[in-house]
C-alpha cells in the first residue's frame, strides 16, 4: 500500500498530509504499537516507524534517547516488521525509517519481501542515496516499494533531479542543514528547495508529493510548512511527549494525541 | 595493486553511505583535493610544513637491542618522534592546508586516544583555524593529559555522553555537527575509514610514512624489509606504511588489530578478525556487529584502536589476501611495550605496543627475518593506563607483579 493513496486522499481535500513518526520499541514494542495507532486515530496521514540504530547520525538528542531507550529493551528488526504490521492494518500508509546498516544486515531483498508482506509501504533511508542504493532500488521496484530518498538545501541541482528521479511514494526534504529535533521557527531554507524540488519534478512530468521535515513541533509550524509542501513530516516532538511522560502510558498517550490534534489542525488551516 | 577501480571503491568496500545534505561538500572536497595533489604549490607548502614544523622524515631505527631478544632484525620508524608525539600529524597538516584552500574558518574533529585531537588542535593553532573536538566521555578519562593539552591549544573539547561513549560516538557527533556547519567548518578526519574521499586522502597524507621507510630501508639495509606491520584501528598509520610496499610482492604486509582480552571474548577491537561486512559510518568494511546490524561496542586497552569499524582498503587487503591482519591482546601489547622500553629506552603509544607485539611473533615464525615496524606514536599520553596496569605507582605491588612475570 503506497503512501500514492494517502496523498490521493489529501490533495482531493486540499490539504497537506500528516506524516507522525516513532522509532518501534519506544518505550516497549506493544508501547509503540498502542502509541502509533493513537496517532493514526488523532489524524496522522502516514506513519513512518523508526528502525533503532546504534549510531544515527541524522538524529538529534531526543530521537536519539528513544532509539536507545529501545535498543536496551531488546528491540530486534523482526519487531520492527511486527509494528509495522500492526499500524498497516489500521489501513494508513506506512513506512520505515531505517539507516542503512541494519537492512543489509536482515537481506536487502528479503527485507523487501518481508516489509511487502507486513503490509508496509515502503522505506526512508536518511544514510542512503539513490546512487549508493542499487540494490535497495532493485529491490523495492519488484515489489512496487515506495523509495523514499532525501533532499537537502545543499543539495546540488544535479543530485536534486537525479533523487527526486529515483523517489517512489514521496520525496523527503529535510528543512535545515543540520538533524531532527524541535525548532523554535521553521527553516527559512525549505520553501526555497520545496520549489527548487518542485520545479524539477515538473520538468521531469511527476507530480510526486513532497514532505518537509526537521524541526515541526505544533500546528502553527505545521500550518506553515502545509502552505508549500504536500506533507508535515513530525517525528522528535512525538517522542518528546512519550519521554516527557516518563513512563506513565496514560499522560504520554493523552500529550501523543493532543499534539496529533493540534498539528492535524494546522496541516488543514494552510 | 591498491584495487581502487571506481572511485572511492576497494573491491566490495568503501564507498559513501551518508546523508544526502553532506554529498555536495563531500564532492567539493573530493574535486578540491584532486586538484590540490596535482598543485606543486599545495605540495611543496605541504612538505615544507612537515620537514620545518613536524619534524619528518622520521628516523628509521635499528632496534639491535630487541632484535637480539627477538631473535630477527627489527627496524622502528620513528613516528613517536614526530610533532605531537604521532603519525597523525601528517594527516591534520594536509587536511588543515585543505581547509584553508577551502576557505574554511573552523575545523571539527573526533578522537580516541587523543592523539588526534591533539594534532587538529595543534594544526588548527598553527594555521589560524577555530577547533572543536569530539571525544568519547569515557576517553576523555582514560586521556585526560590530551584533554588538557587540546584546551591549551585553544581547542574547545566537547565530551560525548551518548552511545558506548567511546570513538564510534564521537564520530557519530562530530557528522552531526558537520550537517549543521558544512557552510565554513570542515571535518578533519581522523582515519583512512568513512566515506570518500576520506580513506584515499587520509592514506595520501599519511603515506609519507611507508615511503620514507622504503628508501630508508634501502639505504640501510641495501634492500627491502621481509615484513612491514603496524597496529590497525581505523588504520591511517598501517595504510601509511603499507602503500609504498603494495607492489613489492616479496615484501609481508601484516597489521595488528586489537585483540583485547581475546577475540574469542566479546572484549576486543579486532575488526577485520571477528567482524562482519556491514556499512559504518559512510563505508562499507568490516565492522563489529549484532545480528540485527547493531554496532557492537569494542573494547582495547588502547583508546586508539578502540574502534568497532576499519578502513575499507585495509578490509579489501585482507580480502584479496594481500595483507594479512591478526589479533594482538592487551597483556602481549602491555608486554612488548615494557619490552620495548627496557631494551631500546623507547616508551612507545600501547597502540604501536601491537605492531611491536606482533613483530616479536613474526620473529619467532621466520628467524633472522627483517621485520619493520611502525611505531606510530610516543607512550606519554597512556602513562596512567600503563602505571596502573605494572602497578607502577606503588613500588612494593611493582616488585610483586614483576616478580609474577
Known sequence: MSTAKAFAATRAEGRAALVGYLPAGFPTVEGSIEALKAMVDAGCDIIEVGLPYSDPVMDGPTIQAAAHQALEGGVHTTDVLRTVEAVAATGTPTVVMTYWNPIERYGVDRFAADLASAGGAGLITPDLTPDSGPEWIAAADARDLDKIFLIAPSSTDERLAMTTAACRGFVYATAVMGVTGARASTSELAGPLVARARRTLEEQGSDLAIGVGLGVSNGQQAAEVASYADAVIVGSAFVRTLLDAQGDRAVGLAALRALTEDLAGGVRRA | ?405
Open chain 2, 1 to 405: 595493486m591498491s584495487g581502487t577501480t571506481i572511485e572511492g571503491s576497494y573491491g566490495e568496500f568503501g564507498g559513501r553511505f551518508m546523508p544526502e545534505a553532506l554529498i555536495a561538500e563531500l564532492d567539493r572536497l573530493t574535486a578540491v583535493w584532486h586538484e590540490a595533489m596535482a598543485d606543486a604549490d599545495f605540495i611543496g607548502e605541504f612538505d615544507r610544513m612537515l620537514r620545518e614544523y613536524a619534524g619528518v622524515p622520521s628516523l628509521l631505527y635499528d632496534a639491535t637491542r630487541l632484535s637480539e631478544v627477538a631473535g630477527a632484525r627489527i627496524l622502528l620508524k620513528r613516528e613517536d618522534l614526530n610533532h605531537t608525539g604521532a603519525h597523525k600529524i601528517r594527516n591534520v597538516l594536509g587536511q588543515a592546508l585543505l581547509a584553508k584552500r577551502m576557505g574554511k574558518t573552523r575545523m571539527i574533529a573526533e578522537t580516541g586516544a587523543g592523539q588526534h585531537g591533539v594534532a587538529t588542535a595543534t594544526a588548527a593553532a598553527y594555521l589560524g583555524l577555530d577547533c572543536v573536538v569530539y571525544m568519547g566521555e569515557l576517553d576523555t578519562k582514560r586521556q585526560a593529559l590530551n584533554v588538557a593539552r587540546m584546551r591549551l591549544l585553544g581547542a574547545e573539547v566537547r565530551a560525548v555522553a551518548s552511545g558506548s561513549r567511546t570513538l564510534k560516538d564521537a564520530i557519530n557527533e562530530a557528522i552531526r555537527d558537520w550537517v549543521a556547519s558544512v557552510e565554513h567548518t570542515a571535518y578533519c578526519f581522523g582515519t583512512a575509514a568513512g566515506p570518500h574521499p576520506f580513506p584515499a586522502m587520509v592514506r595520501d597524507f599519511c603515506r609519507g610514512i611507508g615511503d620514507e621507510a622504503r628508501a630508508q630501508c634501502l639505504e640501510r639495509t641495501g634492500t627491502l624489509p621481509d615484513v612491514v606491520t603496524a597496529c590497525v584501528g581505523g588504520g591511517s598509520n598501517a595504510i601509511g606504511l603499507f602503500t609504498a610496499f603494495l607492489d613489492d610482492a616479496d615484501v609481508r604486509i601484516v597489521g595488528f588489530e586489537a585483540g583485547g582480552e581475546g577475540v574469542d571474548t566479546p572484549r576486543h577491537a579486532a575488526t577485520i578478525t571477528a567482524g562482519e561486512v556491514g556499512v559504518l559510518h559512510g563505508a562499507r568494511t568490516y565492522v563489529l556487529q549484532d545480528a540485527d546490524g547493531q554496532t557492537i561496542e569494542s573494547h582495547s586497552i588502547s583508546a586508539g584502536l578502540d574502534y568497532p569499524g576499519v578502513g575499507p582498503e585495509h578490509a579489501h587487503l585482507a580480502k584479496t589476501g594481500r595483507a594479512e591482519y591478526r589479533p594482538i591482546t592487551d597483556t602481549e601489547a602491555m608486554d612488548a611495550l615494557a619490552l620495548l622500553a627496557r631494551t631500546e629506552g623507547i616508551i612507545c603509544a600501547i597502540e604501536s605496543a601491537h605492531a611491536v607485539a606482533g613483530a616479536l611473533k613474526l620473529a619467532k615464525e621466520a628467524p633472522g627475518s627483517t621485520i619493520l615496524v611502525n611505531l606510530s606514536g610516543r607512550g606519554d599520553k597512556d602513562m596512567e593506563t600503563t602505571t596502573t596496569w605494572f602497578g607502577l605507582g606503588d613500588p612494593a605491588e611493582t616488585i610483586s607483579s614483576e616478580a609474577a612475570r
